[in-house]
């Protein structure tokens, strides 16, 4: 696979993990987890599903060691054993709970369970991004530079967004908080958050919907600075100039990517 296609792979599995954190909630609230984005995360991750009793598993296979198993419930749980160990704890016969050593581990899965829930999900989206080849080098910049251009001169949203979005992942861009939301807008930028609730917000790139337009404002501002906050509303609705403009944007962009790289 290219550089863009791991990019945007490793993108995706992002965006599922964040997804199906969203909808872990207290065990009190009932809430139920979102299996089919868990779904879609383990698809590209090296557990291979396993349905056995009324259980819906995903093995990877230990190198040496014990497999490591995931349940996909509303727990989550990751256990480092046998399947036929994590069917005796979690879906037992009733013949499997008479017998004593069967009730200790039905009672207390602690010996074997590693993770469960948001620590769960995070294990396996890091397995996900682990084996993807990120390296890259200018012209993969340049291209998606020039790719983001064209697509913008040919007023392709779903292009201009999705170069926005590759540049993001390589800057650590971040969606805006709530100062800097405007409707029919994709926004991103360097985010820092600060006490009492301040948000530094900035570079960030400003893309219309309604009119394709994009800019970007190089200058960061704070969350609690009125005047500049206005300024910002401005400059997305065209009342005041932009830092950079149209295509400019994308070479910018490359530019920063390629300087962060330099110096890293």
Same mark, same amino acid.
């Given at each position: 696979?290219?550089?863009?296609?791991?990019?945007?792979?490793?993108?995706?599995?992002?965006?599922?993990?964040?997804?199906?954190?969203?909808?872990?909630?207290?065990?009190?609230?009932?809430?139920?987890?979102?299996?089919?984005?868990?779904?879609?995360?383990?698809?590209?991750?090296?557990?291979?599903?396993?349905?056995?009793?009324?259980?819906?598993?995903?093995?990877?296979?230990?190198?040496?060691?014990?497999?490591?198993?995931?349940?996909?419930?509303?727990?989550?749980?990751?256990?480092?054993?046998?399947?036929?160990?994590?069917?005796?704890?979690?879906?037992?016969?009733?013949?499997?709970?008479?017998?004593?050593?069967?009730?200790?581990?039905?009672?207390?899965?602690?010996?074997?369970?590693?993770?469960?829930?948001?620590?769960?999900?995070?294990?396996?989206?890091?397995?996900?991004?682990?084996?993807?080849?990120?390296?890259?080098?200018?012209?993969?910049?340049?291209?998606?530079?020039?790719?983001?251009?064209?697509?913008?001169?040919?007023?392709?949203?779903?292009?201009?967004?999705?170069?926005?979005?590759?540049?993001?992942?390589?800057?650590?861009?971040?969606?805006?908080?709530?100062?800097?939301?405007?409707?029919?807008?994709?926004?991103?930028?360097?985010? #820092? *958050?600060?006490?009492?609730?301040?948000?530094?917000? $900035?570079?960030? &790139?400003?893309?219309? !919907? =309604?009119?394709?337009? /994009?800019?970007?404002?190089?200058?960061?501002?704070?969350?609690?600075?009125?005047?500049?906050?206005?300024?910002?509303?401005?400059? #997305? *609705?065209?009342?005041?100039?932009?830092?950079?403009? $149209?295509?400019? &944007?994308?070479?910018? !962009? =490359?530019?920063?990517? /390629?300087?962060?790289?330099?110096?890293?």
């Amino acid at each position: 696979m290219s550089f863009k296609e791991n990019l945007l792979k490793k993108i995706r599995i992002k965006q599922l993990a964040r997804q199906v954190l969203a909808s872990i909630g207290p065990p009190e609230s009932g809430q139920k987890i979102d299996k089919d984005a868990m779904r879609s995360l383990l698809e590209m991750s090296p557990y291979q599903y396993q349905q056995a009793r009324d259980l819906d598993l995903y093995v990877e296979t230990g190198d040496g060691t014990p497999d490591r198993i995931l349940v996909l419930d509303n727990e989550l749980p990751i256990y480092q054993t046998s399947v036929e160990d994590v069917l005796i704890r979690k879906s037992p016969y009733i013949k499997e709970m008479t017998k004593i050593g069967n009730i200790i581990k039905i009672l207390k899965d602690s010996d074997v369970k590693v993770s469960r829930k948001e620590d769960s999900v995070r294990a396996v989206e890091k397995e996900c991004i682990g084996p993807l080849d990120l390296a890259f080098d200018a012209s993969d910049i340049q291209e998606m530079a020039g790719e983001g251009i064209t697509a913008l001169e040919n007023g392709y949203a779903e292009g201009v967004k999705e170069s926005l979005a590759l540049f993001s992942e390589l800057l650590g861009y971040q969606p805006p908080p709530k100062a800097f939301q405007i409707r029919h807008h994709e926004i991103s930028g360097a985010l #820092a *958050e600060k006490s009492a609730g301040e948000f530094i917000y $900035g570079p960030m &790139v400003i893309f219309g !919907l =309604a009119d394709n337009s /994009l800019r970007l404002l190089s200058d960061p501002i704070s969350s609690f600075d009125k005047p500049k906050v206005e300024f910002f509303q401005k400059v #997305a *609705e065209g009342k005041e100039k932009a830092s950079v403009e $149209g295509k400019e &944007v994308f070479n910018y !962009l =490359a530019n920063e990517v /390629l300087a962060k790289k330099g110096s890293g």
